[in-house]
Each structure stands twice: as C-alpha cells, then as structure tokens.
C-alpha cells in the first residue's frame, strides 16, 4: 500500500505539518520524494558603513599594537543577482589596499616599528585543475613578490643566457637582453642590435647585479628618441597590485651641454601593456608614459608625470635637484651616495619620490597620486629608457648616463600565465619570483645583492624596511610570516565562510595554515560560491529515522585543510536533487524513478507530524521566495 502526502511552506525551507489524524505505516516502511518544487533567492551582501573596513598585521607575534595593522576598505553597496560578479575585484583591491609600505620608519638611527613586506592578495580560484582551491570557491590567496631584477631569473639565481658561453670571454655567460625566459627585454633598432645593455665589471654577473648594469649600448648618441627601452615581454608581466616598488640608482648623470631632454634616463608605470616594443626600430610613445620619474642632467631638476598630466613631464613643488649622481671613486664601487629614484604603491596612493644623503638623509616626494577605485586592480607595466650615451669610460663606469640598479616587484599571479606561452619553458611563481631556498631575499636580488646594502646609512635609514626573516621559506624557518587578516563575518559568509565561527555579527580574525605555500598563505571557503545557492540540494526527513548516511564532512577546519578526510556519518537524507544549469533559482524536481529510502522502524508506527528541510550541498538551510511544493510516498512492505 502506498500514501501520497503533498506538503507546502512559504517563503521557507522548512516543511512542517502536524496530521489531524494519525499516518499509520507498518514495521519496515518505505518513503519516497515524487516531486519538488521552490524558488531560491540569491543571498546578496549589503555593505554598511563599518562592515567594510578589513584589516592586517603582516606578523601578529611582533607587531602587536593595534597602529601596526593597516586598513582597506569596501565602499559601502549593495551586491545582489545582478551585480554581484563586481564584488569579488572590488574585495581584491580591498585586499592590496591593505598593503603599505613607510609606515615603520622611525627616524634616522632608530629601529622600526614594523618591517615592509612587498606582495599581493588575489580573491578567486586559481585555476580550474588546482586540487587545493577549485575555480568556484572564492578563496583569498596572499603571494609575496620579491623585490628581482629584471632580467634575473630568481629560482636559478642567474641571467637568462640564450646564447652559449664563450670559454674565451668570462663575461659571454650574462646577456646583454632578451633571454628566452626573462620577464623584460630591450628593444632593438631596425638592424635588430639592442638599444640597452647590461654592465658589468671585474667580478661578472655579481657585478651586474650589485650596480645594475644598464647603459645605452656603445656607439649610441644621446637622443631624445624614446628607443633604448627596458620593457615586459608580455601583458602577464605587470607590476605588482599590492605593496609595491620600481626603483633604480643614479649611476652618473652626464654633464655635458647637451640639450636637456636627450640626456638621462627614467623609470615608469603604463597602463599599455607595451607590446609594440617588440618591433624594432619601434619608440615609447608619449601617451604611454603614465606615471614616470625622469632623470636629465646633473644640474637639472627631477620630473615626474602622473595621470592628468597630458604625459608630459615637470618639476616637483618645490623642485628637487640631483643630491648626487657622478661616480666618484670609479673603479672601487663607491656610488653608495648615489640618488635612488623610487616609485612604490602604498595602500591606495602610488607615490614618487627621491631618496638622497643630503642633510643626513632625506626623502624628496615628488608625487602622490591616489589610485581612482575604478583603475584599482587595472594593469600597469614597468618600463625604463635611456637617453644619454655611455661617455667617457672611467674604470668599471661612464662618464655620461647609466643606472647602475634596477629592481622592481611584479603581479606573482599573472605571471604564472606564462606557462601558456610557447616561448616560455620556466614561467611559473616559483621559478621567476620564489626567493632561493636558504638565501636571505627582502631587498636581495637573486638572493645575493641588495640595493640598500651598497648605499649610505642616511639612505637605507629613508628607504623602505624590510624584514628578510619574511621571505625565507616556512619550511626552514617555521615561525616566520604569521599574518592576521580581519573581516566582517558577514562578508565571509557571502563568500562562502559558512562554518559556525562564522555566524553572528561583527568581525572575526583569520589565522591561515600554509600546506606548503612557502611564500604566502591562503584561506579557502567551506562552500562554493554560486548565485543559484546550489547545483545539488538535500531533502532530509527530521521527524523520523531514515537508514541515509552523509559522508561529505570534513575533520578539522575547512578552511585551512580542505583535502582533509572525510568523516561519514547517518543522517535521515531520503533525497538529493541535481539542478544543472540553472540560473534562475527555480528547481523543479520530478522523480523519472521513484526510489524509496527504508524508515528505521521495526514495528508499526503511528506518524502524527512531518519535518523536512531542503538544504543546500553543503548542508546550509536554504532561502526561499513564494511557495515551496513537496510530494511524498509512504510505502509498507508488510501488512499493518
């Protein structure tokens, strides 16, 4: 014998209904779910004034005070079915806006209060095929970006060479440009011979990486033609979004009579990805000069540009002019006094400036420029140009322009897109950007040379701090990097945080685990993140026992150890619903087979009063918009 119950509830996923007379099965009775019918709505996220706000301690052990956490902030809005998608970029830059760089200087002489850490966030699956973190949970994902050169591949610690060493010539082993792996070239005029070159002295590639080596090429007059250009190879080499440095020592400024704008070189930033360069013979255009620090001659003023300035460059107010730029004590190294040009990305500003020995130390700001919410998060790609020729040889250096270091931080996300181009055979995070195992890195390049270890005090004491302990590997030195990251539950549960920490008001602090991640961390949500709330649902009987068992539990905390066992246990589950492919949030289900689930009664029962709940596939109730529509068959197998 077989009963047919029909249930309803409105704007719920709870089906209750007490009998007015009693349901009377057998021992061993049977249920089944026929059809289903309800309408999800979309849990949006309504940002207040306060929710937004997120905050981070890049070593909570050691920075404790309450002003060694900086900030970032989600303008208040409302995210819903039809916008939703903008949630995930605008939480991204929330993230990075979080990273600053100068806040721990205390004053020349005086220790810091707390150390710079160059990096990114990313909110988001990394790939489809990522075992750790699948492209439909939204997880936040902290990367550092070591501070390279740019034609250092940092894993193998050396120059890209595309071409054999000469045994005849010690210095053949470094290249002068485009090495098949680097992440920047130097254009080539329209003989295909570079523009730039990479210097170096007695000691070879240390000394290319201790004074930073580039020079326009020899024979090359001093020209206001932007062609002798350091650039990315591809538009996934990109500065870094987060806390981020380009800067680069005054080798020597020529002193010649020249006219102005054909001497020097300059740093920049540009919103085009630059791919043009590849063409010889090809130029920097001036609309693609973004944001830029232009050197000239010795007794000529530093020149910035920045967004809104037509791209033309001009003084600072006050102008700054060069402290030092010459190279003086040439063939013994001793540039340490040299000026360091610098453009860094700091919580929402990109600030230039100029660090100097002057008066016992000084940084000269020439720019701050507040990043507009709508370019947060938007590409810009490093480049430098030379316009000065080499001059005079003097020692190991020249007399007229040359930068003798050149270090930079770049997306450690977007370059692992790499992989994907034919011309690149090592092109992944950990082979261009991961510190060497066992090297101290912070300001190092190739973990050996560091800008601020070959300058004056009164200019390390101006720079920005780093702690190198933060970039060793957590596999030699486990207790380093113990971030703390502050966000408002609710915010957590829109992205899919929905374990019971999670639930309630207020915010709630973010401890990661690293599973290996040497060089960064991570959290991953319970639940994925989807508009239609599921693409499987569970029917659960509350009311009566049901031989159903759910294996889908993880041990531990989800969020930090997701590939955890499993732990299975019974639950009263008499039916799940795939819903593929729906965006609309309307399931209607209807059995092609009925199958029936055994009650766990072993004799006849007399069912007064019926509880079901329909949940989503990570077992959370589920919200429902109008009526909800159940049909259920009881079966006995036995005689009542």
């Known amino acids: 014998m077989v009963k047919l119950i029909r249930l309803t509830t409105e704007n719920d996923n709870n089906f209750n209904c007490n009998m007015d007379s009693d349901i009377v099965v057998g021992e061993g009775a049977q249920i089944a779910l026929q059809n289903l019918t309800f309408q999800t709505i979309f849990n949006g996220l309504d940002i207040g004034a306060n929710q937004g706000v997120i905050s981070f301690n890049i070593d909570r052990d050691v920075y404790t005070p309450a002003n060694s956490r900086t900030i970032g902030t989600l303008e208040p809005k409302i995210y819903d079915s039809e916008n939703y998608e903008t949630f995930f970029p605008a939480m991204e830059n929330a993230l990075n806006d979080t990273l600053t760089l100068n806040s721990g200087y205390a004053g020349v002489g005086v220790a810091p209060t707390k150390y710079e850490t160059t990096g990114q966030y990313h909110v988001g699956g990394v790939n489809e095929d990522d075992v750790v973190s699948p492209a439909d949970k939204k997880s936040i994902f902290f990367r550092l970006s070591p501070i390279i050169h740019p034609q250092v591949i940092g894993e193998i610690g050396r120059l890209f060479n595309p071409q054999e060493p000469d045994p005849a010539d010690p210095n053949s082993q470094y290249p002068k440009y485009n090495g098949l792996d680097s992440l920047f070239a130097i254009n080539e005029d ?15 590639a240390q000394d290319i990486l201790t004074y930073g080596g580039y020079t326009k090429t020899g024979g090359i ?40 704008g054909a001497e020097g070189f300059a740093i ?10 590849a063409v010889a013979g090809t130029v920097l255009e001036q609309t693609e000069r973004d944001f830029e620090i232009r050197c000239y001659r010795r007794t000529d003023n530093y020149q910035f540009i920045i967004p809104g300035m037509a791209n033309t460059p001009a003084d600072s107010v006050p102008p700054v002019a060069p402290n030092s730029a010459d190279i003086t004590g040439a063939g013994s190294g001793n540039i340490n006094n040299n000026d360091i040009i610098m453009i860094e990305k700091s919580g929402v500003n990109i ?13 000269n700001t020439l720019f701050t420029y507040e990043i507009p919410i709508a370019d947060r998060g938007k590409n810009l790609y490093p480049y430098m140009y030379i316009c000065g020729a080499q001059g005079a040889a003097s020692g190991q250096f020249f007399e007229g322009t040359m930068v003798n270091w050149v270090g930079l931080t770049v997306d450690p996300y977007e370059v692992e897109e790499l992989e994907d181009e034919p011309d690149f055979k090592s092109s992944l995070y950990d082979q261009h950007l991961a510190p060497q195992y066992g090297n101290q890195w912070g300001n190092k390049v190739d973990g050996r040379v560091t800008a601020l270890d070959y300058s004056a005090a009164d200019i390390k004491d101006k720079a920005p701090q780093f702690d190198e302990a933060f970039y060793y590997p957590r596999v030699f030195e486990p207790g380093n990097l113990d971030p703390v990251l502050t966000i408002d539950k609710e915010i957590l549960r829109f992205m899919g945080f929905s374990r019971p920490q999670f639930n309630g008001t207020g915010t709630i602090d973010l401890i990661p685990t690293y599973d290996g991640f040497s060089f960064g961390f991570m959290f991953i949500p319970t639940s994925d993140f989807q508009v239609t709330t599921s693409d499987n649902y569970v029917v659960v009987l509350d009311s009566q026992p049901v031989l159903s068992y759910d294996g889908s539990l993880t041990q531990g905390r989800e969020i ?3 590939v955890a066992a499993k ?15 729906n965006e609309s949030g309307l399931v209607e289900f209807n059995a092609r087979e009925i199958v029936y689930i055994d009650l766990d009664n072993s004799f006849k029962q007399n069912i007064s009063n019926l509880r079901l709940r329909v949940l989503t596939k990570q077992l ?21």
């Open 190 to 204: 329209e003989d295909d011979a570079p523009m730039l070159e990479l210097m170096g002295g007695a000691n070879g």
């Open 221 to 260: 007059a001093s020209s206001a033609d932007l062609d002798s250009v350091l650039y990315p190879v591809s538009e996934n080499v990109s500065w870094c979004k987060g806390s981020s440095i380009f800067w680069a020592r005054v080798g020597s400024l020529s002193t010649v009579i020249t006219a102005k």
């Open 268 to 277: 920049g930033l540009s919103k085009t990805a630059l791919g043009s360069l």
């Open 351 to 363: 600030i230039g400036s100029v660090i100097t020995s002057a008066g016992g130390g000084t940084k």
């Open 560 to 562: 930090n150890n997701p």
């Open 567 to 581: 732990t299975g246990k019974r639950m009263n589950i008499i039916a799940t619903i795939p819903d593929n492919d």
């Open 620 to 640: 959370q109730p589920l919200n429902t918009s109008g009526i909800s529509v159940m049909t259920l068959l009881l079966k006995d197998t036995k005689k009542e």
